[in-house]
């Protein structure tokens, strides 16, 4: 049986490590719980991009937009934005990204294409660093979800990159959040813009094609400028939502992470607690034993 | 008010962080991109490029009007249901009587060319600043004593 002295270092470090858990835990349901609210309240506009979107590109009469063009290889490169974590103790959120950008360096490789990644977190570097790949920009002007601004400026940067050829594709690896029960990595194509309206039409919450009449409507000004603001607003939202998105399942999985890890110390501060009296009501009765057979011996 | 258009319809007006107005009203008057625009009931359908200015969202049952400075955005009527979709809205709606008497002198000072710019957040441009005041003064709230 181990001795006592070490079975409550053992339990000591066991609540230490219980402490620094559980405050862990706390922050990052505080952190989740605010950006939960902030993509709650946002569904809705998201719904209505999608909305209008679906109107603009179903309409009878077609829109001619550069961004609407079929998709044609111009440049033979990709961009890739990769959203990861600074920090760690946050389940296989981290990992199952990087299996994502394997995939995509795994994919460029095969088809003989040049990938341009753009990473956000330091796990993320990391990993880049581990694979011996130099992404062609950190993010590291905010901290997990840029301000409006921010976002409108990397979404504005790709939309000209790929209006002037030289980027064929753009997506985001993110962990998406669908629910407090669901959150999976994926890449969310941003451009070509068809493709992500095809997504935004089917994440929408609303099985809306139901309350869309097919309806003649005026439009003001004419379709191509409706459009090319339209899509400068869904490539801007769909950047801002896929760091919020990522900084929310980050923060929820962190949070059952250590959740779990506080159940696990408590457990083992039980157990340990039970092992340390064991220990020392066996230490007591040697010692009793010890003084018994002295007077014994002494008689 | 006489004819087909009399009665009320529903407007939603939602941003990236919020849905910040969700009722019936009988009218709604709001900056386009090309002038001010009127919606009253049975509009036609419609989409249109929003503006910078004041929207207006006038006989609220049971309350009153409600006015949003917006800039930019989409607004889309169909079927007696407007939604507008904006990026950028300033309002007096949920705040208590004392931000929004500090937010209309603020206004009012830099419309009167006293306020100089201290941080990015608290920045506002003057024509930002104007539809403020001119906010205030169309839903008579803020300190007439603090007006430059």
Known sequence: MANTRNILLRRNAAANISKVTSTMETISSVRYRQYYNQWAEGLAFYDMLAQLAYLMVTAQSKVEHPLLEEPKIRSNTNALIAIGSDRGLCGAYNNEIFRQIDTHVRMAKRFGRELKIYAKGKKVLGYLEHLRIKPAHVYENFSEVPTAEQANEIGDFFTKEYLSGRIDRLGIVYNRFFSPASQKAQTLTVLPVVDLIDDLTTRATVIWPWELAFEDFELSPSAEDIFETLAEMIIRTSVSGCFLEAAVSEHLSRVVCMRNASDNADDMIKELTKDYNRARQGQITVELLDIVSGVEAAK | ?148
Do not use: W
């Open chain 2, 1 to 148: 008010m006489v004819g087909i258009s009399y009665g009320k319809f529903r407007v939603v007006l939602l941003t990236p962080k919020a849905k910040l107005l969700d009722c019936r009203c009988g009218s709604v008057v709001l900056p386009a991109h090309d002038g001010q625009l009127g919606v009253l009931r049975n509009h036609c359908p419609l989409l249109s490029k929003v503006g910078f200015g004041i929207m207006q969202v006038r006989e609220i049952p049971d309350r009153s009007d409600a006015f949003f400075v917006i800039n930019g955005g989409f607004a889309r009527v169909s079927e007696n249901h407007m939604t507008v979709l904006a990026y950028d809205v300033i309002t007096f709606e949920g705040k208590d009587s004392e931000t929004v008497e500090a937010m209309v002198s603020h206004a009012h000072s830099v419309v009167a060319g006293q306020e100089y710019i201290r941080t990015q957040q608290e920045a506002i441009d003057i024509k930002k600043a104007k539809f403020i005041v001119h906010m205030a003064e169309l839903a008579s709230v803020g300190a007439p004593g603090t007006s430059g």
